[in-house]
């Protein structure tokens, strides 16, 4: 099993921008893909980002796509999600996830892992 905490959320206006960090610890990280999900009030919790195991492989929500940018660090055991041109519509929950396999995936049933989320909150 992995560890996962979320960092880096907070509030921020319209047009701003966040990177949110994932630390890992348990089993080898660089094994494995990592993703990034967010969940609104109400909503159910969907997919934003994923990144292979090398960080040679990414894969973007098509609501995010040109905005944000997901990155890996296997030396630090850390991923990244980089935010801009927030827009209100991204206020969520963001939880990392570690996946199943090596490969990016944006099913929820392909993590097994996951983080206790960070609170991002985006004013108009």
């Known amino acids: 099993q992995v560890q996962l905490v979320e960092s880096g959320g907070g509030l921020v206006q319209a047009g701003g921008s966040l990177r949110l960090s994932c630390a890992a610890s348990?089993?080898?990280?660089?094994?494995?893909?990592m993703g990034w999900f967010r969940q609104a009030p109400g909503k159910e919790r969907e997919f934003v980002a994923a990144i292979s195991w090398s960080g040679g492989s990414t894969y973007y929500a098509d609501s995010v796509k040109g905005r944000f940018t997901i990155s890996r660090d296997n030396a630090k055991n850390t991923v990244y999600l980089q935010m801009n041109s927030l827009e209100p519509e991204d206020t969520a929950v963001y939880y990392c996830?570690?996946?199943?396999?090596?490969?990016?995936?944006?099913?929820?049933?392909?993590?097994?892992?996951w983080g206790q989320g960070t609170q991002v909150t985006v004013s108009s």
């Open positions: 348990g089993r080898t990280f660089n094994n494995y893909a």
């Open positions: 996830a570690t996946a199943i396999g090596g490969w990016a995936v944006r099913r929820r049933n392909e993590y097994i892992d």
